[in-house]
């Protein structure tokens, strides 16, 4: 069943963190034809709990708050996150299958959603961004024919660092971006600059997204609901119908919603999937 | 035609103002008048407000969200009984970054609540200066301020005082004499039920003094009622 999210009203701005500590590319220019070319957007990370599944969830409540048609890909077999909130639009697939693969990037073109979302399962980043590769994937994004954006979902641990070594022979085509999340808690991010530097030293970034503390007991509510964060603030359940969350907790969802999206917006996400604000 | 539902917001960023009495006082006006009113004290330390109406107040715990639940959502059912918040100057701060942060103002419209700050006035600047951060941040908000010349004499220069606060209504709170107001104290005296049939138990003297009190306050109460009635009867035709 179709679940039509409510519009957000724009909240405070998010708080601000400071630019980009990597080196920052230059944001690559929107496409002006008027033909979209198709666009994917990875989200993903090495390691686990850093929260990917609720960007990917944040992304697609912000495409459809935007009247963008998007489809998602969960890679968590056999049974996915991003499938159990977003179940009309997400299909469970195995990136290193070559059958699912080509239910991705056989339909890119045909397919009526101009953006997919990609939910890589943790520790799978590395190994699906080496069989894209290997599919030519990167090469069709080098000539243009599609768009690639990868959100890279960092933890405040040294090890996430050690993943951008790893990903980084991928993203030189890519708008590659450092997504800081604090949804679940409070970890600053402070690495040392030298130590940061070093691990930035082969990779460009187009910038970082700071993903806000969303306050626990509203984030367990929308949790259990089982419903996108869109639907929990207009008050449906999973199905669509009214149910009767908390208002407080909507109004702690909605603001948040809110301040990711002006994330999302400030470094021109929709600009990115060939898509302006309708 | 629909009556909207008043949600009182009795408030102070600072300690000592007669933030409770001014609540105390609206609770049993809408007593004395036999409208059910529902109270909420946000004083988890000393919740002297809910002391005096242990039946019908509930303590919020604002620095908690299950707390801001028990308030908030509450506070947007529109059932027609008054709902009355004590806002202590422990949760001023957090009570209006909560009603910022979920978007309540905008809601309560939507619910057909009306929402009603009733400002606890005092000498010093800062608390002048929030009630106009209140006012500029949300114009349409109806705020009134309260001068408890007991608990809170602005001096010699009350006029000044209160011309700093944003250009709003205003209660006045006469001042009691000592014994009087240490009769006040007393947790199992009734206001309501002093103006109805005074209990025996108080003195004749205290009783008339405290009735006397009493009856221009609540005048001021229900002027201020028919005056939103009159504006809500504008607003929903």
Redesign the interface.
């Known amino acids: 069943m179709a679940k039509k999210p409510v519009k957000i009203?724009k909240?405070a701005p998010a708080k601000g963190e400071p630019a980009s500590q990597g080196r920052t590319a230059e944001a690559p220019v929107a496409a002006s034809s008027a033909a979209v070319r198709p666009a994917v957007i990875v989200v993903g990370a090495d390691k686990g709990g850093v929260g990917k599944t609720t960007i990917a969830r944040a992304i697609l409540d912000f495409l459809s708050l935007n009247d963008i048609h998007a489809r998602a890909f969960d890679t968590e077999t056999p049974r996915g996150t991003l499938h159990r909130f977003h179940p009309d639009e997400t299909m469970i697939v195995d990136l290193t299958e070559p059958s699912d693969q080509m239910k991705i990037i056989d339909t890119l073109n045909t397919s009526q959603a101009k953006v997919s979302v990609i939910d890589v399962r943790a520790g799978g980043l590395s190994p699906a961004l080496q069989a894209l590769d290997e599919i030519g994937f990167f090469d069709a994004v080098k000539s243009g024919e599609f768009r690639f954006v990868l959100l890279h979902v960092i933890g405040s641990s040294i090890s996430s660092l050690e993943e951008i070594a790893e990903i980084a022979p991928y993203v030189a085509d890519a708008n590659y971006f450092m997504v800081k999340n604090h949804v679940n808690d409070t970890t600053f991010f402070e690495w040392d600059p030298q130590t940061h530097a070093k691990y930035f030293e082969d990779v460009v970034t187009s910038g970082e997204i700071t993903i806000p503390k969303l306050?626990?007991?509203?984030y367990e509510q929308v949790e259990l609901s089982g419903a996108p964060f869109s639907t929990f603030i207009a008050n449906q359940d999973a199905q669509g119908r009214p149910a009767e969350h908390?208002?407080?907790?909507?109004?702690?969802v909605?603001?948040w919603l809110a301040r990711v999206a002006d994330e999302f917006e400030r470094v021109g996400l929709l600009d990115l999937v060939g898509e302006k604000r309708r | 035609m629909t009556r909207r539902t008043l949600a009182f917001f009795v408030c102070s960023p600072h300690s000592r103002t007669g933030v409770t009495t001014a609540a105390r006082l609206l609770t049993d006006y809408y007593l004395w008048r036999n409208v059910g009113v529902e109270g909420f004290d946000t004083d988890v330390r000393e919740p002297v407000y809910a002391l005096f109406f242990p039946e019908r107040t509930r303590v919020a715990d604002l620095s908690d969200v299950k707390g801001q639940i028990s308030l908030f959502d509450r506070l947007l059912v529109a059932d027609e009984r008054p709902k009355i918040v004590d806002v202590c100057h422990r949760s001023y701060e957090r009570l209006f970054t909560t009603i910022a942060e979920i978007g309540f103002l905008e809601e309560t419209r939507r619910q057909g609540v009306e929402p009603v700050v009733l400002f606890q006035t005092d000498a010093t600047q800062s608390a002048a200066n929030g009630a106009l951060v209140l006012k500029t941040t949300w114009p349409d908000l109806t705020m009134s301020v309260i001068h408890n010349r007991g608990a809170s004499p602005l001096g010699q220069d009350s006029l000044a005082v209160l011309a700093r606060y944003p250009p709003s209504g205003k209660f006045v709170i006469p001042r009691l004499e000592a014994p009087v107001a240490r009769a006040l104290d007393d947790v199992g005296l009734s206001l309501s039920a002093l103006m109805s049939d005074a209990p025996p138990a108080n003195s004749f003297a205290v009783r008339n003094t405290l009735k006397s009190w009493l009856l221009p306050i609540f005048t001021q109460f229900q002027s201020f009622e028919l005056r939103l009635e009159l504006q809500s009867g504008k607003c929903l035709g």
């Open positions: 009203t909240g306050s626990e007991l509203a908390s208002f407080v907790l909507r109004g702690y909605r603001t």
